[in-house]
């Protein structure tokens, strides 16, 4: 068949499906909360600017985001750890070390937040949950490796 009897969409939107959401809670610190309202206010404004130019596919792409990051604030939950605590909760930055003297130091933060390169993890990672609760003194298993709590703070 010719291709003159055919009529090409390229302008119709592509369904990209949701960005799935999470299933814990959605635990954010301060930083993580205006993180997801700069992302908010950064994709309200790509999304006026592809209405203008009237790029369709720019606009399902950005609306799907702007439903996601619209859906995180609106179950954002705010926690800030006691600045006393001795054992480690959500909000803290935990320092470990191995019988080697190597150390680790992690923030514990919400999933969006969260980025290991700068040793920032998820609240729902299995390391930070085995290390809920646990004093200065503790030591854990990780990957085979033990690690002793050296240090815990707000």
Sequence with gaps: M???FTKEQDDTPVDLGERPISPFRNLVTQNGLQMIEDEIAR???ELAEANVAGD????VRISRDL???TARRENAEVSVPE???DVVRFGMTVELEDVDGETRIWT???EDEADPSQGRISH???VAIMLFGKPVGDVVKI???QWEIVSVKA
């Design 143 to 145: 990957n085979g490796r």
């Design 43 to 45: 994709l309200q404004h």
């Design 56 to 59: 369709r596919s720019a606009i």
């Design 108 to 110: 514990i933060v919400g």
């Design 124 to 126: 729902a990672a299995p």
């Design 83 to 85: 600045p006393d605590s």
């Design 2 to 4: 010719s291709r003159a």
């Design 67 to 69: 439903r996601y990051w």
